[in-house]
């Protein structure tokens, strides 16, 4: 099974400044999808960005963009301008191409700070 | 669906005894997964269906815990003889699975509460 590591339980963050999320895993595979989730107190799991590995340019969703490092594994979001509404416990996922299973790290919980 | 749907919301049972959680994947998503999730933890993988068959069950934590799928559709997960460390959300998720880039689809999970 693939390894997604999450390496900041916690993270807190000025309202309107940026704060930026890791994530690496641990892969031997070439083709495979990565995910940002986002789970608000209500608990529904939101998805706020993904990013195919063999595209080189990093995605974007209007504050929300990542730094895809494919040799290095590494796969962060950056969250600009950050707003109340933004805090959550984010979840970074992993998914073969082949295979259809999700293999997810263990979050890191985001406060905003007015 | 519109969405994923879970039912209960909440359940709330006594130790040793068995509970039924139930999961309505979104329409035409023919891969499901089970989730378990305790308290400010993170997503542990319980079981994935494709279709009806589970090519995966290695994350069930023990043999109390089974899942089945009919139809394609609807699947429950069922503990036997519940344990206070069953206590914790369970989460479903369904998915296209003609694309690698879709994502999964959440429910928003039945907490389960061992008393």
């Known amino acids: 099974a693939q390894t997604v590591t999450q390496s900041q339980p916690e993270m807190s963050v000025q309202e309107a400044e940026t704060v930026t999320l890791s994530c690496t895993y641990d892969?031997?595979?070439?083709?495979?999808?990565l995910f940002w989730y986002k789970q608000p107190p209500s608990r529904q799991m939101i998805l706020v960005i993904r990013?195919?590995?063999?595209?080189?340019q990093n995605a974007t969703e209007n504050r929300f963009s990542v730094n895809f490092q494919k040799a290095a594994k590494s796969f962060s979001l950056k969250i600009s301008d950050s707003q109340l509404g933004d805090a959550a416990m984010y979840f970074c996922?992993?998914?073969?191409?082949?295979?259809?299973?999700?293999?997810f790290g263990t979050g890191t919980s985001l406060t905003v700070i007015p | 669906g519109a969405g994923v749907s879970q039912s209960p919301s909440n359940k709330v049972t006594e130790k040793g005894k068995d509970v039924e959680l139930r999961c309505d994947p979104i329409?035409?998503?023919?891969?499901l997964y089970w989730y378990r999730q305790s308290l400010g933890q993170g997503l542990e993988f319980l079981i994935y269906?494709?279709?009806?068959?589970?090519?995966?069950k290695s994350g069930l934590p023990s043999d109390r815990f089974s899942a089945e799928r009919t139809g394609g559709s609807v699947s429950t997960l069922t503990i036997q003889r519940t344990q206070q460390e069953d206590s914790a959300v369970y989460l479903c998720?369904?998915?296209?699975?003609?694309?690698?880039?879709?994502?999964?689809?959440f429910g928003q999970g039945t907490r389960l509460t061992v008393v």
């Open positions: 998720a369904s998915s296209l699975v003609t694309r690698g880039n879709t994502e999964a689809f």
């Open positions: 892969t031997s595979e070439s083709d495979y999808y």
């Open positions: 990013q195919e590995a063999y595209k080189q």
């Open positions: 996922a992993y998914r073969s191409a082949p295979g259809n299973q999700f293999y």
């Open positions: 329409s035409g998503h023919t891969a």
């Open positions: 269906f494709q279709g009806n068959s589970a090519p995966d």
